[in-house]
């Protein structure tokens, strides 16, 4: 996977893309792509599903290029955020539920969200900064440490991660606040 170009202006490319431009979104595609469909595919597991996600994902951003605002965040993390909410509503949509037991649950989910850090980590080639999130993680109590990763890796909801954890919504909606709070200052 190509490393993305440093010096690439996403804010200018959304306006240009705003402006009707074809070419811009052809170059967020080539920069972002296929991130995004590591992205995707990590979400949905599932190749084509994860294609078609992205492809609407394109859509979206050309369609809706004018309403990004800066003051609200970052261009390139605006993008993601599109294509991420379109695969967690398709997760969403095609939820099938397994029942095993609570302690299976529980390991399973500890083990599935480290791997699935592990696997988005070797995906972007963060080598620098995976390691010193991944130290950072380390840091946290397994439940809240657990609490992030459902969150920001495997795309669940907090009512999600409330119910999985059997703990009160507002319980999970704090750790994972407390717990970027402190991967926050962990991290500078």
């Known amino acids: 996977m190509p490393s993305p170009s440093a010096d690439f202006d996403y804010e200018a490319t ?4 705003a402006g009707g431009r074809h070419s811009a979104l052809h170059a967020l595609y080539e920069q972002e792509g296929p991130r995004l469909l590591g992205v995707v595919q990590r979400i949905v597991r599932d190749r084509a599903l994860a294609e078609d996600i992205v492809h609407d994902a394109c859509v979206n951003i050309w369609t809706r290029a004018s309403t990004f605002d800066p003051a609200r965040g970052s261009a390139r993390g605006w993008i993601y955020s599109v294509a991420r909410n379109l695969a967690l509503n398709a997760v ?3 939820q099938r539920e397994v029942v095993v037991d609570e302690d299976t649950a ?5 083990r599935a969200s480290l791997e699935a850090w592990h696997d988005m980590a070797d995906a972007f080639a963060w080598q620098a900064s995976a390691g010193r999130i991944a130290h950072c993680l380390e840091q ?4 809240r440490r657990n609490c992030v990763l459902h969150a920001y890796v495997d795309g669940f909801s907090h009512g999600e991660i409330a119910r999985r954890l059997d703990a009160p919504l507002g319980t ?3 750790w994972i606040k407390r717990s970027l709070a402190a991967l926050r200052e962990c991290m500078t």
């Open 106 to 110: 529980t390991t399973l989910d500890a």
């Open 14 to 17: 959304l306006a240009a893309c």
């Open 140 to 143: 946290l109590e397994p439940v």
């Open 172 to 174: 999970v909606k704090a």
């Open 92 to 94: 969403r949509d095609g």
